[in-house]
T-cell receptor
Framework: KAGVTQTPRYLIKTRGQQVTLSCSPI?????VSWYQQTPGQGLQFLFEYFSETQRNKGNFPGRFSGRQFSNSRSEMNVSTLELGDSALYLC????????????FGPGTRLTVL | SQQGEEDPQALSIQEGENATMNCSYKTSINNLQWYRQNSGRGLVHLILIRSNEREKHSGRLRVTLDTSKKSSSLLITASRAADTASYFCATDAGGFKTIFGAGTRLFVKA
């Protein structure tokens, strides 16, 4: 099976712009989670989707949003980018709810100038 | 603050030595997982231990879980230079939220 894929791998944006990141889960996995990783804050949970519904959300402002499509692919969007949004954004998929291990994609490195 | 806190923050050892990393958490959990991350890349799942398990092995990895102390440890035996990475514990307290600790950076010198 192909692993979790994320596109793009690298992205450079300027303050005020918006960005959309994409994640394709492992075939058959219905849950997709998003994480932000920065040197200062570490790995922080953004949100998780299951069957096209957001099931949980971390403590991020409303500028961070996401969605999941019927084929389980997911996108996250960040509007009005700030310098502090520069981070590695990781997507993870798992088969179902709760106890399954997560499989991570390689991440999208976002730099905001 | 984060659910899982790793200790130490950084660890430097010689190849062939054992490396032990600890993780403490705050609330009741369903399971605890350990992940490895090579510099700036995605995380790789190492091992999952459920709340009713006390010890688990996978190759050179040994994980223990003490729910009474809300702590877990990851032991890597006979370390190799390729084990150099950051190691994270993650707790799943139910629902859809997995909380990661700050990680331990392991350096294995050849």
């Amino acid at each position: 099976k192909a692993g979790v894929t994320q596109t793009p791998r690298y992205l450079i944006k300027t303050r005020g712009q918006q960005v959309t990141l994409s994640c394709s889960p492992i075939s058959g996995h219905r849950s997709v989670s998003w994480y932000q990783q920065t040197p200062g804050q570490g790995l922080q949970f953004l949100f998780e989707y299951f069957s096209e519904t957001q099931r949980n959300k971390g403590n991020f402002p409303g500028r961070f949003s996401g969605r999941q499509f019927s084929n389980s692919r997911s996108e996250m969007n960040v509007s009005t980018l700030e310098l502090g949004d520069s981070a590695l954004y990781l997507c993870a998929s798992r088969q179902g709810i709760g106890i399954d291990e997560q499989f991570f994609g390689p991440g999208t490195r976002l730099t905001v100038l | 603050s984060q659910q899982g806190e790793e200790d130490p923050q950084a660890l430097s050892i010689q190849e062939g030595e054992n490396a032990t990393m600890n993780c403490s958490y705050k609330t009741s959990i369903n399971n605890l997982q350990w992940y490895r991350q090579n510099s700036g890349r995605g995380l790789v799942h190492l091992i999952l231990i459920r709340s009713n398990e006390r010890e688990k092995h996978s190759g050179r990895l040994r994980v223990t879980l003490d729910t009474s102390k809300k702590s877990s440890s990851l032991l890597i035996t006979a370390s190799r230079a390729a084990d150099t990475a950051s190691y994270f514990c993650a707790t799943d307290a139910g629902g859809f939220k997995t909380i990661f600790g700050a990680g331990t950076r392991l350096f294995v010198k050849a």
